[in-house]
């Protein structure tokens, strides 16, 4: 049961988008210990020879201009302008090089989380944050998640806590760092959780009333509508209380995928449900979305939900039933995990970020993508 736990907290480690940081780990120690995970697992950085985009591609993410860029593990981020692939790394002044979160902000610029740090691009600069400076999140162990809401806001969510970005400030250390306290409930905190930190919470949404929704790991949902906190759980309708994403789809329900209650006892529970304000409906029924890790949800401009199912392929829910794309012939689902990241990009083409592998949703199949495309 040891090897077991230690096994799934490291697969975990490696989550895009909206991953909780798992670690009780002291900041200084972080990347000894990132390190040696490293060296344990054997993840090799490409070389130049090699046709992958990365060893896992765990961001996905299109700006303004509509280029596309893929944050990678161990090789930095890379940017695809429609003609041509590039890549940014340590050497250029990114702030790390497996990249977890991208987002842009109403500037233009570009920000990135990594299992290192966190930091912004201006096209030409990167600007790096400095761990001790006040106000600015503390990094714990692996990566500052940071996302851009509806609005504009940045958000980044850290081991230590969630925090508020002004970003209308002309040098880095003028930028501040707000805290956001979310009230816990600790009577309705249950005791199982999937990291070894239980109420790490993560600001994951801004919906389109304006309701902010905070997932949890251990103690289900809260969301925040302006005046007052509501709070929703297992006993709610959850499959689990440990929530790693959440999305609105066009409907205006709000989607939850869940894992497993890992700590102390694998609870055998996760899975998907959405909320339509008045119930949570989840699939029970659907085995391959019940009961398991269910990672990375994705809504589309048709409608559709999408997600990974773990070692089975990539579903699509169209409000009725759930169609299967398998992945092609000769290639698998790698490690105890799907797709790190889901996009549709501005010309209706689906994209999805595996370990290993790049995939494009072309008509009815999956196409894997190295660096020299199929692009299109």
Not at 36 to 54: A, T
Not at 75 to 92: F, Q, S, W
Not at 210 to 238: A, E, P
Not at 281 to 293: D, M, P
């Amino acid at each position: 049961m040891k090897d077991y736990l230690y096994s799934t907290l490291i697969t975990l480690l490696l989550l895009s988008t909206t991953l909780l940081n798992c670690s009780s780990q002291d900041k200084n120690n972080g990347l000894n210990n990132l390190e040696e995970y490293r060296l344990e697992y054997n993840d090799k950085v490409l070389d130049e020879s090699s046709d992958k985009i990365g060893t896992t591609v765990m961001k996905i993410y299109e700006d303004s201009n509509g280029n596309l860029w893929f944050g990678t593990k161990d090789n930095g981020v890379a940017k695809y302008d429609g003609n041509a692939l590039t890549y940014l790394t340590v050497d250029d002044g990114l702030c790390g090089n497996d990249v977890a979160n991208i987002t842009e902000d109403e500037d233009g610029n570009m920000w990135f989380g990594t299992y290192s740090d966190m930091c912004k691009y201006d096209g030409q600069t990167f600007t790096s944050f400095p761990r001790d400076s006040e106000g600015v999140p503390a990094l714990g162990w692996g990566w500052k998640s940071v996302k851009t809401d509806k609005n504009g806001q940045i958000w980044v969510n850290t081991h230590h806590g969630v925090f508020k970005c002004s970003n209308n400030a002309s040098l880095a250390s003028e930028i501040k760092f707000t805290k956001i306290d979310v009230p816990i409930d600790e009577e309705k905190k249950e005791g199982s959780s999937f990291c070894n930190t239980p109420g790490i919470i993560s600001m994951d949404l801004v919906d389109s009333n304006d309701n902010m929704w905070f997932g949890t790991d251990g103690m289900g949902v809260y969301m925040f509508d302006g005046n007052k906190y509501s709070h929703l759980t297992k006993d709610d309708g959850l499959p689990s209380n440990n929530v790693l994403s959440i999305i609105e789809d066009k409907k205006g329900n709000i989607w939850f995928t869940c894992v497993q209650g890992l700590i102390p006892d694998n609870k055998n529970d996760g899975g998907i449900a959405y909320y339509d304000g008045h119930k949570i409906t989840n699939f029970a029924n659907v085995k391959a979305v019940s009961n398991t890790n269910v990672y990375t949800i994705y809504a589309d401009s048709k409608d559709n939900v999408w997600v990974v199912a773990k070692d089975i392929g990539v579903y699509q829910y169209d409000g009725k039933g759930f169609q299967l794309y398998n992945l092609p012939e000769g290639q698998k689902l790698s490690g105890d995990f799907g797709a790190q990241s889901i996009l549709e990009d501005s010309n209706g083409t689906m994209w999805f970020g595996f370990r290993g592998n790049l995939f494009r949703l072309d008509n009815k199949s999956l196409v894997s993508i190295a660096k020299n495309g199929p692009w299109l």
